[in-house]
Structure formats: C-alpha cells, structure tokens
C-alpha cells in the first residue's frame, strides 16, 4: 500500500468522525472539515500536477499531429530545423565566447542552459502511450 493511499485512508476515518474530533478540540465542525479538505489537497497536489502535465504533453502532441501535413514537405522541414538551429546558435555563441575570453552574462548562461535544459531535461524520459 503506497503512503498516498494510506493517507487517504486515515483521512476518511477521520472525516466520519470529524464531529468527534470537533467536539474534543472545541472548535466548529467546519473548522475540522476545512483542515481535512487543506490536509486533502495538500497530499494530492503532485498527483494533480502530474496529471495536468500529462494533460498538457497530450495537447501539445494532438496540436502537432493536427498541423503536419504529409504533403508539405517544405514545411515540415522547415519546422523540423528551427530547434536544432537555435541549439548550435546557443552552443556555438557559448564556445566562441569562451574561446575568446569573452565573460558571458547570467543572462547568457541562462539562456544556454534553458536550450541545454529543453534538450536533456525530462522530455528524453516521458513515457510516450
């Protein structure tokens, strides 16, 4: 049994006797059932986030799917490059600075590591359906 569903489980026993808990503590029966559903929200919060963010991978692969016309191979191409072109922009600015002892900005690491990040962060390991 995961911890989740273990928690899941303690708060539905306490919820069925929140008018108990109330009662001992002195406090509303809505002030209990306000912490429960806070308690609630706060442990499924990742699985909330997890499931939107498939939700979100699923649009953006259906809206990908939606605008490639099999046809249009000039097009398609010329989709297909734009990422790999700004990559070795990035690469190359980066190594022409550094070889020519320019100092880089935070701004320019950022931006380096932001394509670095897109091209080895999570999407090499999303599970595709």
Do not use: C
């Not at 690469?91 to 002892?101: D, E, F, K, N, V």
């Not at 100092?103 to 990040?117: K, R, S, T």
């Amino acid at each position: 049994m995961s911890l989740l569903g273990l928690a899941g489980g303690v708060l539905s026993v306490l919820s069925r006797g929140k008018d108990a808990i109330a009662a001992r503590a002195g406090v509303d029966e809505g002030t209990v059932s306000a912490v429960l559903k806070g308690v609630d929200a706060y442990l499924s919060k990742d699985e909330r986030a997890r499931a939107q963010l498939n939700d979100f991978v699923k649009d953006a692969r259906a809206h990908d799917i939606s605008t490639f016309v099999k046809d249009d191979v000039f097009s398609n191409r010329l989709r297909s490059v734009v990422r790999p072109l700004v990559t070795f922009a990035a690469m190359g600015w980066y190594l022409y600075a550094r070889s020519h002892g320019i100092p880089l900005a935070q701004e320019d690491y950022a931006i380096i590591g932001g394509v670095l990040a897109f091209w080895f962060g999570f999407r090499p390991f999303e599970k595709r359906p």
